[in-house]
């Protein structure tokens, strides 16, 4: 399974739900360009201030062998890409690393890389991170889940903190106050139940947000303000309050993919499913706001025979705004009962409702930042379900170049694009 169904763990518990993943792109401050030989090193990880009890913690202090790559002042536009290595012989055993990619001149630098044994937490885990929302909003540290460990890391000099919880699947608020990741409230659990918890991003206590049932609660999108989050629950999806837990609304549909919400109108958008009371249906959806009225923008209704229960046959995946216009791109996923089989990248035109398929085929796609060119993964077939490289081309396919190239045992799983 990908890192598009971080929900589908839930399948356990009768609960199905397609993966979730999302774009939290900010524009950082200006800063000078990163050295051109930077020295890696092994990170040492200092100690987090002590949590409440009730905040899930590390069940011991251990090496993270963390390394990094200090970057320097950052200027400019960046690629950054994620890439797991699988190590012969039993390719059982890999490395997860973060790749910068400077398109402004220079060569690309593996800023991160950590071991991928990272333990699960209540049945689900964090070996694919999806970056992009896991930047600050000044782009200059990246939080991330190592072995089940919430720690910062600070790209422009390399260093790692720990956050002094444990968690998986963390995503940086927009205001850059608070991160929300998901744990469990206890290791006593029967049933796997994973909620939201939000931490300050300097470390402290942890607050948690139960679902609306009291169980299997997700963040997907923080609004741009930091005041509220989208959150995946068994039976739907809610907005909530972040300082109260309180929810302000509910949607009675399951998220397909982590959504995209920005300060214009309209706000958000989220790839969902419906599933209860009509036939199942992948849907592109959006809201002029929090509040505003739903819009179905795109549907399909196709349907593929999994062992007795109807399963989508094309799901929809990682909608991005346009940074410059009322556009939206996202990928649309042809599943079948082995998996996925084909990609198709769409750009949605909010104005007119044209729905195009543009060139490439991507498995994953976003903008650069002035929105002149898609940098996309391509489609891998040695690893089904993620990228073999990642490539950046013109809205219509010219230009196209390989930023970073395939190799034997590896495969991408993220990228985000930023600009300083």
Not at 116 to 139: C, H, K, N, W
Not at 147 to 155: A, K, N, P, Q
Not at 337 to 350: L, Q, R, W
Request: hydrophobic share 40%; proline share 8%; with cysteine.
């Amino acid at each position: 399974m990908t890192v598009r169904a971080p929900a589908a763990a839930r399948i356990a518990v009768a609960v199905i739900v397609a993966a979730i993943a999302v774009a939290c792109e900010r524009t950082a401050a200006p800063s000078s360009r990163p050295s051109s030989t930077p020295a890696a090193s092994t990170a040492a990880v200092p100690s987090a201030t002590p949590t409440a009890a009730a905040t899930p913690t590390p069940e011991a202090a251990s090496s993270l062998d963390v390394k990094t790559t200090a970057l320097g002042a950052l200027r400019g536009r960046w690629i950054f890409a994620g890439r797991e290595v699988a190590i012969p012989p039993s390719l059982m055993q890999r490395e997860v690393q973060v790749w910068a990619v400077p398109l402004d001149g220079g060569s690309p630098v593996r800023a991160i890389s950590y071991p991928a044994e990272v333990p699960m937490i209540e049945g689900i885990s964090d070996l694919t991170p999806y970056l992009r929302r896991q930047f600050s909003p000044d782009g200059t540290r990246l939080v991330l889940s190592i072995r089940g460990e919430l720690v910062v890391v600070d790209l422009t000099s390399g260093q790692v903190r720990r956050l002094g919880t444990a968690g998986v699947r963390p995503a940086w608020s927009r205001d850059g106050s608070q991160i929300a990741y998901v744990a469990v409230p206890s290791r006593t659990q029967v049933v796997p139940d994973w909620r939201t918890w939000i931490v300050p991003a300097g470390g402290g206590v942890s607050r948690e947000i139960p679902g609306r049932d009291g169980v299997l609660a997700e963040p997907i999108e923080w609004s741009p303000d930091g005041k509220q989050l989208l959150i995946t629950t068994a039976d739907g999806i809610d907005l909530v309050d972040a300082a109260s837990g309180r929810v302000v609304r509910h949607l009675d549909e399951l998220a397909g993919a982590f959504g995209h919400w920005r300060d214009a109108t309209p706000q958000i958008v989220l790839p969902t499913f419906a599933t209860r009371g009509a036939p199942v249906a992948s849907r592109l959806v959006s809201l002029d706001t929090g509040a505003g009225a739903e819009r179905v923008l795109v549907e399909s209704k196709e349907t593929f025979d999994a062992g007795g229960i109807p399963s989508a046959s094309i799901s929809f995946s990682d909608p991005r705004w346009s940074p410059v216009a009322d556009q939206i791109l996202y990928v649309a996923v042809r599943q079948n009962p082995t998996g996925p089989s084909a990609f198709a990248t769409h750009v949605y035109d909010v104005a007119s409702g044209k729905d195009a398929v543009i060139s490439p085929s991507a498995y994953q796609a976003t903008w650069t930042w002035d929105g002149g060119q898609i940098v996309y993964l391509t489609p891998s077939a040695a690893f089904r379900g993620y990228g073999a490289s990642l490539r950046i081309a013109g809205r219509d396919g010219s230009g196209d170049r390989e930023l970073l190239g395939e190799s034997d045992n590896t495969f991408f799983f993220s990228v985000a694009s930023l600009s300083y």
